[in-house]
Nanobody
Framework: QVQLVESGGGLVQAGGSLRLSCAAS????????MGWFRQAPGKEREFVAA????????YYTNSVQGRFTISRDNAKNTQYLQMNSLKPEDTALYYC????????????????WGQGTQVTVSS
């Protein structure tokens, strides 16, 4: 059972930056693709970014392309989401996820989830 713990959320002004981290409890993390999802109040959970197990390929939703960067350090069992040029519409609870097979953009692929970290962007 992989446990995921997010950190790094907070309150920031529009145009600012935050770096989210997600620490995994086991080395098996290294064999999984990793993703970030977010859920704003009253909205469904949506895909933000993902990265393959090797870190060689990354995926982004259109609204964050060019502003967010996903990365991972398999030696530290940790993945990251660097968020720059933040906008009020980025405000949401951000979840880290790990999964083995399926559509990398779909939440159904991911078997393990963190509890989430809140990101609030003020205008």
């Amino acid at each position: 059972q992989v446990q995921l713990v997010e950190s790094g959320g907070g309150l920031v002004q529009a145009g600012g930056s935050l770096r989210l981290s997600c620490a995994a409890s086991e080395r098996t993390f290294r064999s999984y693709a990793m993703g970030w999802f977010r859920q704003a109040p009253g909205k469904e959970r949506e895909f933000v970014a993902a990265i393959t197990w090797s870190g060689g390929i990354t995926y982004y939703t259109n609204s964050v392309q060019g502003r967010f960067t996903i990365s991972r350090d398999n030696a530290k069992n940790t993945q990251y989401l660097q968020m720059n040029s933040l906008k009020p519409e980025d405000t949401a609870l951000y979840y880290c996820a790990a999964g083995g097979a399926g559509n990398i953009y779909s939440s159904r692929r991911y078997d393990y989830w963190g509890q989430g970290t809140q990101v609030t962007v003020s205008s």
